[in-house]
Structures are given as structure tokens and as C-alpha cells.
């Protein structure tokens, strides 16, 4: 078992853990560590693990996967070698499964599946379906064309998962190519299938490669390569491994061709056509290296549209074959869109709109998927508005569901309609307060001023360890998106700590605070005259003091895909009971949530105020704020007013969902409670709450709340309006 290792620590102890539950136990391992991971290698060494375990380290002058595999088979001294990376893990019967079928066979090939999912996960998941019905193919020709379809892809050929027998690499010398930084497994393979006295492939899963989902600070090899040096090195591989493959079965052969006209038509073609893709030409070149060498038999058997685009490339200049690959895409395009209205709509962004000028005087303002009017955007906005009368147009994005009420001459726009669009790609500002969506092009000129949305408590971005209940491309996404970013805002020092990490962000902060929390410094009288007309506004009686219940989402109770189910744990009816006289409970659902609260056997005491658009107004109203684990307690606390934390599910939920930044209970300005009689016994006794959480919420204050003060809408427009 050769394992080699770079910097994958965060990864290996599945690969470790899946080589302690193997069935099949004799075997040794030998973990190859690059020299710059020498502490890591340590820390290798000296795992609790029950199967013999050696560590080498490259010297200083070898480096890569290639020369590490090299010194692995050197080190070797068992009847087969396996190739497992330190990123990847196998199934506990894999072994004992690929042995039972070897019997002095040259190779016993199992197939490869990627996967986004750790260990834990996939067999989780495994578990319904752990069927073992693999099927065999022992006849030798067969198998290694098996072998070599079972990769699909030519950058998809791998050594690891096979099981190979050390003496017939040896009497070969069949070794890796040290000059690869990637490929070079495929050239290795050929070698191998090219040598093969006897093989068999069983078509089963025994081996997973994972896919990296975190591209920034824990990256796959290829993802830190550029991608015209990958597309060039697997081109040189194809190359070298005509070569070998001269010698080999004519269907061998045209399996490999086959493959490479598929990378070249589906991978460098698509290379080609983005505009901001380096060195085109040294791939062309490269690629035009390959094409004399594509059997006719491949070819002729090609689809009729990979052979035409071959024969134009090998014949014309890049410029034409781009243009000629771009006239098909948008056919293709056309044909697969047809149908597809949202699609559509994306394409004529794309080829329509930003071909339009841009509108230097125009603002595009969007918050919480346009559900509302609020949030930093709405500040910001009203900053602008009021200072610059006449100068600008704005333009709102607003939900399908429902027109803003917005108190200023503005322009709506619904949502993914046609319309947004095109104020996406003409208008030169766009503030808004969640990720933009992933068809967005950043114009050369355009400003984009992401406010985001509050102080994290809960880990945020690359800070979730593995992002199990998004999609698995989340920080992938989350890194092309922030790179687009040209000014976040920060409202305290604590964020502008974590963002640039969390959001894998460096472009430019704005330290000044939320503009959401300016309505919080009002000077006092105008503070009163609002908290009467908002009272009023919902019908809330003066004399009642308000209670506001505000807890955020939760990511495994998912509906759709931006919808969550809540379910309230508070009781309400025994709040009221004890509460009725002096409050009312005001409930205000985070925007994920679905809502489908219904109070009307609490009226008068509960209100439903999760449609309301701007909770900075239900924060002026409140006495008291109820939460758990949401950023609201972050803004609340500007008012110096207490807080309460109902956080009945904190295990799950620091544990099992997200985790977070901080120990929840040396942090919180306020009690963490479990039950709705400790909500009440809190409210009941509010005073001695307050004096017993003093020290801490003039600190907590101190560390969250010091740079905001009225003004931040302000700052914030005086540094993007330059
Ligand atoms: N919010 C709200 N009502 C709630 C909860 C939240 O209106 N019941 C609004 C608040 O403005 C809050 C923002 O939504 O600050 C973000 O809510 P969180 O509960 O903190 O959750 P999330 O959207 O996951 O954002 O950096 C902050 C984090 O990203 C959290």
C-alpha cells in the first residue's frame, strides 16, 4: 500500500481509518511525504494504527506524486503494490476483494468513483445500498479496454485502485515520469496495459477519490495548477502515451484515441472560448501535436461534429477554430435552452445586455433575495438619496411575491426576470447584502459593494469544516463570487478578522460599521416619536412592552432550495399565561424559513411579524430579544437592552450543523435556555438578569458594538462615490 502524502492532514485519517477496517489484513503501509511536509510526517509516524506503518521522506531535490509513488514501489516488498492517495479512501473490503481475485494476475483493476463526500458520509449513505454485485471480466484484451473505459475521460486515468504485481513492474521497470507535475499516471497506466501477461477488471467502486470542495485552503494538486499548464501536460501525456501504445491491441488503441478526442472537444474546446483563459496558443499548439496522431479508425468513428472540429482545428488558425467552436456552442446552446426560460434569460444576458453601455449614474440595490426593503441596502440607499437629490437612478430587486414599499421615487425590478437583468449588467453600482448570483459578470468599471449581513456566531464560508448540506461545490462558488467583491463592509474588528479568511477575500474592507444600525442611534427624541408610530403601525398596544423572537435557520431541515422548516419550541400559550399583562411576543421567522405560523388563537399577545421588512424597526420596539444562535443579538445589543438565548438544541447545533466561532457560553451577553418556563422565569426576574449579565454586556458591547454610531450609511457611500 503506497501512500503518498503532501499537505492532506485535514484528509487522512479517513484514508488511515478506511486501511484499519480492512477484512483482508496483510499488508503494510508506506506513507511517502514530501520533504516540505516533514512535520506532518511526524505526526504520521506516530498514529495509533494496528497494521505496519513506514514513513519516508522525499529528499529535497524530489518532488510530486510521481516520485513519490517511485520511492513507494522501491520501499515495497510485498507480492503487490496499491497506489492510494493520502486525500482518498477505500472500502473496508476492498482488499480482501481485489486479492481474492488475483491469483498471480499482472493487475486486478476495480473501478474509481469521485466523490464530494468524507468517509463517514459515503458510508452512511452506503448503507442502503451495500449490495456487493460486482461483475468480472478475466479474458485479458477485454479487461484492459475495461480498464481504460471505466476512467471516461482521459485525465480521469488513474494508478490508484489498482492492485499490481511488484515483480512484473520490476522485470518492466515500469515507473513513474518524474518530469509530470500531474499526469503522470496516464502514461503509467499505458505502460502497464501495454505489459500485462493477465488481468481482470471488476466493475465495482473499491476505490474514492475525492473531490476537493474547499479550492482556497485545502486544494487538490490540480486546483492549484493553472489551467493552461494542465490542459498542456495532459495533452504532452496523450502524447507519450501514443507512444507506448503503438505496441498495443488495435482496440486498446482507439479506446485511448477515443478518449482523447472527447478531452479535446469537451475540455480544450471549452478552454478556448473563455475570454479571460491564459495562453491559448501554447494549448493549440500542443493540441495540434496530437491530432496527426489520432488513428482513422478512431476518428471515423468519432461523432460527426469532434471529427469535423479535429480536422478544422488541425487545418486553421486558433482565431477561426474559436469562432467556429463558438458558432456551435451557440446552437447547442439554443437547442438545449429552448424550453428553458430562466436559461434563456442568462444567454441574453450574456450576449445582449453586456454589450450594452453601462450606466454610470444608475444603482442596482437588492436585499434578502429582494423579500424586503431593509438591511444595510435600504440605509445605504436612503444616505443617497436624500444627499444627492436628482443625480441618480435607483432600481430595487424585488421577490415575485410582492412590490416594495419604498418612500422614494425607484425603479422595481422582479427577480430573475428580464428586466433584472438587464439592470444586472448595465447599471454600474450593485449594493446588496447576499451572494450575487453565479451567471453575474463584473463589468470592467462596475462597482460591487457587498454589505453582507451580520457578525457571524455560526462558522461562515471556508470556515464550515465541510459544507455537508450545501451543494458540495459551496466554497468553490463562494470563492468566485467574493473574488468579485470590491468593498465589504465589517461592523466590528471581530469580522474584520474573520471575513477576509471565511469569505477567501482580499480585496477592500469598509470598517465602518452596519448602515443597518444606524436607525439604532436616533437622537432620543426622534428615537420615542418612531417606537409610537412602529407600535401603531403593527397595533400594538402602547402600553404593553414587546417581546421579540427572532432565531435563525437550521441547515439540515431543509425544503427546497432556499427554503427551511421551522418548528417553534416556544409555548406560547403558557407564555401568555404568565406574561399576557404586562407583553406581547412579537415572532419574526429568518428569511429561509417557510412560514406558516398561525396565532390567531394568540391574538393579542403573539404577532406574526416575519413579512415586516426592516427588524432594525422591530429592535427600536422591543425591551427584550429572544434568539439563538442568529447574528440579530450582534445588532441588538447597540440598544443596550437584554437578551435572552433560547437555544434548546445547542449540542446539535454547535456540533453537528455548523459549529461556531466562539464558546456560545463565555460569549453571550445573556442566559442560555432550555425550556420555556426558564424563558419566563428570565423574564419574570429581567432585573437581576440584567445586574448578573452587566460585566459581560459592556464588554461584549466594547468588542462588537464600539464602531457603530449613527453614521456608518455615511461612511460607506463616501468611500464607494469617490
Ligand atoms: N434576520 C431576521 N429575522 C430573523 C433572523 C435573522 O430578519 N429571525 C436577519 C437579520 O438582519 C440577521 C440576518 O437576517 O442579521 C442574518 O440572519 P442570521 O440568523 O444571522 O443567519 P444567516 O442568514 O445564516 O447569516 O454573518 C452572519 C451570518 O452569515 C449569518
Known amino acids: ?47 495509533d494504527v494496528s497494521f505496519p506503518l513506514q514513513v519516508i521522506e522525499l529528499p529535497e531535490d524530489k518532488d510530486g506524486p510521481a516520485a513519490a509513488k517511485n520511492e513507494g514501489i522501491r520501499a515495497s516488498r510485498g507480492e503487490y503494490v496499491f497506489f492510494l492517495d493520502s486525500d482518498d479512501y477505500i472500502l473496508s473490503e476492498t482488499f480482501c476483494e481485489l486479492i481474492r481475485l488475483s491469483d498471480g494476475k499482472d493487475i486486478v483493476a476495480g473501478d474509481i468513483k469521485r466523490t464530494w463526500k468524507n468517509r463517514l ?39 490508484t485502485g489498482l492492485l499490481i504485481r511488484r515483480e512484473f513492474i520490476l522485470k518492466h521497470s515500469i515507473m513513474f515520469d518524474e518530469s509530470y507535475i500531474y499526469y503522470t499516471e496516464i502514461p503509467f497506466v499505458a505502460q502497464l496495459l501495454v505489459n500485462a501477461q493477465s488481468c481482470v477488471h471488476i466493475s465495482y467502486p473499491f476505490y474514492f477519490k475525492r473531490l476537493h470542495q474547499d479550492p482556497v485552503y485545502h486544494p487538490s494538486l490540480n486546483q492549484t495548477m493553472k489551467t493552461h499548464v494542465r490542459l498542456t501536460e495532459a495533452l504532452r501525456a496523450y502524447i507519450d502515451t501514443k507512444k507506448i501504445t503503438e505496441k498495443i491491441t488495435p482496440s486498446c488503441e482507439a479506446e485511448y484515441d477515443a478518449l482523447f478526442i472527447k478531452f479535446y472537444v469537451q475540455r480544450i474546446t471549452r478552454f478556448f472560448i473563455k475570454d479571460n483563459a491564459e495562453n491559448k496558443s501554447e494549448v493549440f499548439k500542443k493540441a495540434k501535436e496530437c491530432f496527426s496522431l489520432i488513428s482513422e479508425n478512431a476518428l471515423k468513428n468519432a461523432k460527426h461534429y469532434h471529427h469535423m472540429i479535429i480536422k478544422y ?27 428553458d426560460w430562466k436559461r434563456i434569460k442568462q444567454f441574453i444576458y450574456r450576449h445582449v445586455f453586456l454589450n450594452r453601455s453601462m450606466n454610470d449614474d444608475a444603482f442596482l440595490f437588492e436585499s434578502f433575495f429582494g423579500k424586503s426593503y431593509s438591511d444595510s441596502p435600504k440605509y445605504i440607499f436612503e444616505y443617497i438619496c436624500k444627499n444627492n437629490p ?18 422614494y421615487p425607484v425603479k422595481q425590478v422582479k427577480r430573475g426576470s428580464l428586466k433584472y437583468m438587464r439592470a444586472m449588467a448595465c447599471s454600474k453600482y450593485y449594493i446588496t447584502n447576499i451572494r450575487q448570483p453565479m451567471f453575474f459578470v463584473k463589468r470592467p468599471g462596475a462597482v460591487l459593494l457587498e454589505t453582507w449581513h451580520g457578525t457571524p456566531l455560526k462558522r461562515l464560508g471556508f470556515d464550515i469544516d465541510e459544507a455537508v448540506f450545501g451543494t458540495p461545490r459551496y466554497k468553490i462558488n463562494f470563492k468566485l463570487q467574493s473574488g468579485q467583491w470590491d468593498y465589504l463592509i465589517s461592523p466590528n474588528e471581530f469580522c474584520s478578522e474573520t471575513f477576509p479568511h471565511c469569505f477567501a477575500y482580499d480585496g477592500k474592507l ?39 423572537y427572532a432565531p435563525t ?50 391574538e393579542g399577545f403573539a404577532y406574526n411579524v416575519s413579512s415586516y ?7 427600536l420596539i422591543s425591551a427584550i430579544l429572544i434568539t439563538d444562535y442568529s447574528s440579530v443579538f450582534f445588532d441588538y445589543a447597540n440598544l443596550k437592552r437584554p437578551v435572552l438565548f433560547f437555544t434548546y438544541d445547542l449540542n446539535e447545533y454547535a456540533d453537528e450543523l455548523r459549529g461556531f466561532y466562539f464558546d456560545m457560553k463565555d460569549l453571550v451577553p445573556g442566559p442560555l435556555l432550555f425550556t420555556t418556563d426558564e424563558v419566563i422565569d428570565s423574564i419574570i426576574n429581567l432585573h437581576d438578569v ?14 462588537f458594538c464600539s464602531w457603530e454610531c449613527g453614521k456608518s450609511s455615511q461612511r460607506v457611500t463616501e468611500e464607494i462615490i469617490k
Not at 482565431?319 to 439554443?334: N, P, V
Not at 436628482?390 to 418612500?407: A, Q, S
Not at 407564555?575 to 406581547?584: F, I, K, P, S
Open 1 to 47: 500500500m503506497i501512500i503518498s502524502y503532501k499537505n492532506e492532514m485535514p484528509f487522512i485519517s479517513d484514508c488511515m481509518n478506511s486501511l484499519e477496517d480492512q477484512t483482508e489484513k496483510d499488508f503494510e503501509a508506506i506513507v511517502v511525504c514530501a520533504h516540505t511536509a516533514h512535520a506532518d510526517a511526524d505526526v504520521i509516524r506516530n498514529m
Open 613 to 619: 421588512d426592516d427588524i432594525a424597526r422591530l429592535y
Open 553 to 602: 435557520w437550521r441547515d439540515d431541515r431543509k425544503l427546497s432550495e432556499k427554503e427551511y422548516e421551522f418548528s417553534l419550541e416556544l409555548d406560547l400559550i403558557r407564555m401568555r399565561e404568565r406574561l399576557g399583562d404586562e407583553y406581547v411576543i412579537l415572532l419574526r421567522l429568518h428569511y429561509l424559513l417557510v412560514d406558516s405560523l398561525d396565532f390567531s388563537t394568540l
Open 690 to 703: 440584567e445586574k448578573e449579565y452587566r460585566k459581560k454586556y459592556d464588554d461584549f458591547y466594547n468588542r
Open 313 to 339: 482545428s488541425l487545418r486553421h488558425t486558433l482565431d477561426k477554430t474559436i469562432k467556429r467552436i463558438r458558432m456551435h456552442t451557440l446552437r447547442q446552446q439554443g437547442l438545449r435552452y429552448y424550453h
Open 390 to 407: 436628482g443625480k441618480y437612478k435607483y432600481i430595487w430587486v424585488r421577490d415575485k411575491k410582492k412590490k416594495l414599499d419604498i418612500p
Open 121 to 159: 458520509h459515503l458510508l452512511n449513505d452506503k448503507k442502503d445500498n451495500s449490495a456487493l454485485c460486482p461483475t468480472e471480466t478475466a479474458d485479458i484484451a477485454s479487461a484492459l479496454s475495461d480498464i481504460l473505459t471505466s476512467h471516461m475521460v482521459l485525465t480521469g486515468i488513474k494508478a
Open 510 to 548: 469598509l470598517n465602518t460599521g452596519y448602515p443597518r444600525n444606524d436607525i439604532l442611534y436616533l437622537p432620543p427624541n426622534e428615537r420615542t416619536k418612531l417606537t409610537c408610530n412602529i407600535k401603531n403601525e403593527l397595533s400594538i398596544p402602547a402600553d404593553k412592552k414587546v417581546i421579540l
